[in-house]
């Protein structure tokens, strides 16, 4: 099976993640479907070792940690149910932030998931080994590359998830425009978002800056946009 970093796009996502992109790492974390391999081995009778990470400490708490855990004090209530948490491990430094999740896998393995911050900067990203990487929010091409090689012994998928606000950065070329099979891109806009009338997506719409509304709402880098790069 061939590996596929995967690179969603625009507003509405934000909105939809957990429905639409969280189940394939949480249930690969629990129970993945057995046609998804790494490294060559089926991963339904194995757990994974797996990364999150956003911009900040505080941003991952905010976003990565809730849709995953819950609220601070409620864990099991986010996508990974409570009866399949085993240990929360705390991080230094940031109250009630995460640094590690302790799932149980049904082989009777454990899985885990690490919390990590792109301020922490790309020496943080080196040496470990993973089988699932999920970058919430663009990162600068170095921690892109150094995440990335992380899944090159298990071989298996990255997503990124973000709205493309830096325009056609090295992250966004690589996928945009050096084609390949192993890169998918998918771009979910405003309108994607069914929960919104036509009059919310109008409203939201039009309180963006003219030169990034097409960027927010769509997914379109700035200058193809029309705008600044």
Known sequence: MQRVPHIVSAYSWRRTKSAR??????????????????GGRATSSTAIRAWAAG?????VRATIQLLLL???GQHGTGCIPKSALLEVVPARGTAELADIIRVQHVSGDVS?????AYSQGRERFQGATI???????????SIFSESLTRTNIARGPSVLTFTPLKGMSTVVKRYLLDKSPDRHVTTMTLDDAAHYSAEDRARIAAQYPEHERDTRTKGIPQWEAGGCS
């Open 21 to 38: 992109l969280l189940p394939p790492l949480w249930s690969l974390l629990l129970t993945p479907p057995g046609n998804i391999r790494l």
């Open 70 to 72: 819950g609220e601070p």
């Open 55 to 59: 911009e900040t400490a505080e941003v």
């Open 131 to 141: 089988d699932y990487l999920w970058l919430d929010e663009e990162p600068d091409a």
């Open 112 to 116: 885990t998931i690490s919390l990590k």
